[in-house]
Each structure stands twice: as C-alpha cells, then as structure tokens.
T-cell receptor, first 118, second 110 residues
Framework: AQSVTQLGSHVSVSEGALVLLRCNYS??????LFWYVQYPNQGLQLLLK??????LVKGINGFEAEFKKSETSFHLTKPSAHMSDAAEYFCAVSPAGAGGTSYGKLTFGQGTILTVHP | DADVTQTPRNRITKTGKRIMLECSQTKGHDRMYWYRQDPGLGLQLIYYSFDVKDINKGEISDGYSVSRQAQAKFSLSLESAIPNQTALYFC?????????FGPGTRLTVL
C-alpha cells in the first residue's frame, strides 16, 4: 500500500523568494517518486522523478527535490520563485520495479496551489 | 500536434445519460490510463491498459467502463452518468515510468 501527503493545500511566496512544497509518502516497498505541475486548463507535466539513483533530483524550470528515506519525504524546492511558477503541484508515488507493471499506476497527493506575488 | 489528445474537452450532460470520452495518442506507447481529478483529492486511477488485450481496473472503476480499440485509442464510458462523476478526466500514456498526460476533459453531470 502507498500514500502521499502534501502539507499545505495553498502556498504563497513573493517573486524571488524560496519555494518549498512539502511531500511525505508511505510505501511498503521502495518507491519511485514524482512531482507534476498543472497550469490552469492544462494537463499535468512531469517536473522531475526519483527512481533510486541520486537522492537529489534536478528537474525542469529550476526545480529540484531531495529524497530522504529517513524522513519519508520528497520536498520540492526552487531557490527563486518566478511569476510563471504559479500553478498546482502534485506529488506522486509508485512502487519501484515490480516488473514494470507499476508504471503509470501512480498514487497522487491532493495537490498544492502555489501563488507567486510580485 | 499534441501527442495525447482527448475529445471532447468539455461536456455537460444529464443524470442517467450514457457518455463516452475518447483518447488518442501518437506516441506509440502500449500503456494507457484514465485518471479522474477532483479538487482537493489529487488524481485517482480509473482504468489502465498495458496493451489492446490487457485492461485492468484502477482504484475507482465503479460506474465506468473502457474500451481499447487500438494501440492508439482508449475510450472511457459512463453507462449512466450521475452528478458525483462531475470531474476533470485525464488520459495518459506511459513509457519507462514517465506519464504523458492529455489536456483533460471537463465533465459536468447535472
């Protein structure tokens, strides 16, 4: 069984400030972890993913996330927020391996809406 | 052209009506998925298909059915729509763990 909890349904930052979106997961097997972004009226776009290689994962648009097994966390960060970062962000988990049958069968968090103020 | 397309993009229907949402992809992926998005709940998996002959139920399949007409086409049907099926529906394909989402269909059931 697996689950994802995103702490904070809304996060507001000023332009140029640090962005920190929190994600904690629960998984009975080693997980793959993902962050997706959804802009208004669009589908989800993959930001980055962790698949048991480097624990610090760099994604698109300057975002990165660090896998911390001891804390069961996969928080998303960006050093300096831009107005274009305003969107909803989803953390997701799937079981690693399993012969590939887990691919696409993600469990999503409830989402965090990021607002960026000028 | 988009790699994963969904039709219609918006649909309003009435309780009890049958409705079909269609998904097509040009990525050549075998695996296709239907997800439902509700505000504050994230996305939930409805059905998934690993190839034309392999269709599986997801977390919330009750009230839905699917058809994989070809590698490139995966349709979702609501046999008798009800208001709590009002949601945003996403089709997706995957390859090596990467999910590629369509733009979504916003369905309203009155």
């Amino acid at each position: 069984a697996q689950s994802v909890t995103q702490l904070g349904s809304h996060v507001s930052v000023s332009e140029g400030a640090l962005v920190l979106l929190r994600c904690n997961y629960s998984s009975s097997v080693p997980p793959y972890l993902f962050w997706y972004v959804q802009y208004p009226n669009q589908g989800l776009q993959l930001l980055l993913k962790y698949t048991s290689a480097a624990t610090l994962v760099k994604g698109i648009n300057g975002f990165e996330a660090e896998f911390k097994k001891s804390e069961t966390s996969f928080h998303l960060t960006k050093p300096s927020a831009h107005m274009s970062d305003a969107a909803e962000y989803f953390c997701a988990v799937s079981p690693a391996g399993a012969g590939g049958t887990s691919y696409g069968k993600l469990t999503f968090g409830q989402g965090t809406i990021l607002t960026v103020h000028p | 052209d988009a790699d994963v397309t969904q039709t219609p993009r918006n649909r309003i229907t009435k309780t009890g009506k049958r409705i079909m949402l269609e998904c097509s992809q040009t990525k050549g992926h075998d695996r296709m998925y239907w997800y439902r998005q509700d505000p504050g709940l994230g996305l939930q998996l409805i059905y998934y298909s690993f190839d034309v002959k392999d269709i599986n139920k997801g977390e919330i399949s009750d009230g839905y059915s699917v058809s994989r007409q070809a590698q490139a086409k995966f349709s979702l049907s609501l046999e008798s729509a009800i208001p709590n099926q009002t949601a945003l529906y996403f089709c997706a394909t995957s390859f090596r763990g990467w999910l590629y989402f369509g733009p979504g269909t916003r369905l309203t059931v009155l």
